[in-house]
């Protein structure tokens, strides 16, 4: 912060103070880092006789550390979920696996994800701890599909044909005559 009015920065200039602090360096003589150094504590006591106002209340705003505060719990960041029907969650683009301890349904119900600032990740259900591992990565399907539902259904296996036979004509096979649609 400059002390006295510079010639040629204006204040609405943008990046004025930051060239206004290097100008006070530069008006007091300073070119490197060493002397930079040695000049800002007597800086920073003049901006503070020249800035500073007392508090409002003169005690500390800090409380001491209990036994009962959990830093972990608190210094983290949370974000609510729901469970999806197949026990699972979603977060930063990954799916994670719900294990309930007592055997009952999480599905449809609201967890807090905790983001550790080590990067862990915690869910919790009413509170307490919930056991998680990484889901699989693609969703499972135990549809029934189309086609035959075994071997059998499908009949004797076609005798295989020697090499350079050709192949028979397809029953049924129909092509469709000049004026048809599809020629068109």
Not at 16 to 44: Q, V
Not at 99 to 105: G, I, N
Not at 140 to 169: H, I, K, T
Request: one cysteine or more.
């Amino acid at each position: 912060m400059p002390s006295r009015p510079r010639p040629g920065v204006a204040s609405n200039d943008r990046g004025a103070r930051s060239r206004a602090g290097w100008t006070e360096l530069a008006l007091e003589g300073i070119t490197d880092i060493a002397a930079a150094n040695a000049f800002l504590p007597w800086s920073l006591e003049r901006f503070d006789r020249r800035f500073g106002v007392p508090a409002r209340d003169p005690h500390p705003a800090w409380r001491p550390l209990t036994a009962d505060i959990d830093l972990a719990r608190s210094c983290c960041f949370k974000y609510a979920r729901v469970v999806a029907a197949d026990g699972t969650i979603s977060f930063a683009g990954r799916s994670i696996q719900l294990l309930p301890a007592d055997r009952r349904s999480l599905s449809r119900l609201r967890v807090e994800v905790q983001e550790h600032l080590d990067g862990s990740l915690q869910v919790l259900a009413h509170g307490d701890p919930v056991a998680t591992i990484d889901a699989p990565l693609g969703p499972v399907s135990l549809r029934a599909r189309g086609g035959p539902r075994s071997v059998e259904a499908l009949g004797p296996e076609p005798e295989a044909r020697p090499p350079g036979a050709e192949r028979p004509p397809q029953q049924g096979h129909v092509v469709p005559g000049k004026d048809h649609p599809w020629r068109r």
